[in-house]
């Protein structure tokens, strides 16, 4: 697989394939491309969507790090298993790479897990940011970042990422958003993909939450002015950092 930073938008997805393929869309087509995105799902933040802003779930009969999924058969025509091939494009803005995993299942296929559990859809879910498989049996869980429960947010403020590590490299390239959560498919909001230098850069407007591959120093105001920061971590709303504005200049760190 092709684990990318960004979103299946700033990495110009094939909006026909993927998480975004038609019902009838043979397999390959479907596998071609999924996204695991921080986002709201029906009150829950940070809770993790796919590119068409599917509320994803675990199942808690699946053992943590196990290895298997204990749902197969008419359990996965209800819980549709979020699974991936060779080849497959995996985009996670909002999520640590080193969450991010797959297990075999027992028809063979590989299935993507976070936190170190299988992930699935629900099949009565049906747009985005329905959760009607929360809690169903006492099971069934929408997943958060780092694969436990998603929560509402007032009991889960957004946290400030950490300072960058002595010796964090610099980034060699950064997805910004104008929508919080990695947000660029919703309304109008869209991201840009920028590759820092020694030189001030600004953005048009406003950037309300980025996706760096290594440390970036970030600004309030145009030309690398007012408020400052350096991150090396997916900052999912700048205004932890202070940033109400957004994020309107950057420079390599």
Do not use: H
Not at 64 to 72: P, T
Not at 186 to 215: E, H, I, M
Not at 222 to 238: L, N, W
């Amino acid at each position: 697989m092709d684990y990318l930073r960004g979103s299946a938008n700033s990495n110009k997805a094939d909006k026909n394939a993927g998480d975004r393929a038609p019902e009838s869309a043979p397999a390959e087509v479907k596998q071609k491309w999924v996204e695991l995105r921080v986002a709201n799902a029906g009150g829950l933040e940070p809770a993790v969507v796919n590119g068409n802003g599917r509320t994803i779930y675990w199942f808690s009969d699946d053992p943590v790090k196990g290895g298997v999924s204990n749902c197969n058969g008419d359990c996965a025509k209800t819980w549709p298993p979020i699974t991936v091939a060779k080849g497959t494009k995996v985009f996670f803005p909002g999520i640590k790479k080193e969450n991010i995993g797959v297990v075999k299942r027992q028809d063979g296929r590989l299935q993507l897990t976070i936190g170190g559990r299988p992930i699935y859809l629900f099949s009565k879910d049906e747009k985005a940011g329905d959760i009607k498989g929360q809690n169903v049996g006492g099971k069934w869980f929408v997943i958060n970042p780092e694969g436990k429960r998603a929560v509402a947010p007032a009991e889960a403020p957004a946290p400030a990422p950490t300072p960058p590590a002595t010796g964090a490299k610099p980034a060699t390239s950064v997805t910004f958003f104008t929508g919080k959560n990695f947000d660029d498919f919703s309304g109008t909001n869209f991201a840009t993909g920028v590759k820092p230098s020694a030189q001030c850069a600004d953005l048009r407007g406003g950037f309300q939450s980025l996706s760096p591959d290594g440390a970036v120093k970030i600004w309030s105001e145009p030309g690398c002015k007012g408020k400052s920061a350096i991150v090396d971590e997916d900052v999912r709303d700048t205004a932890v950092l202070g940033f109400p504005n957004g994020v309107q200049s950057y420079i390599n760190a």
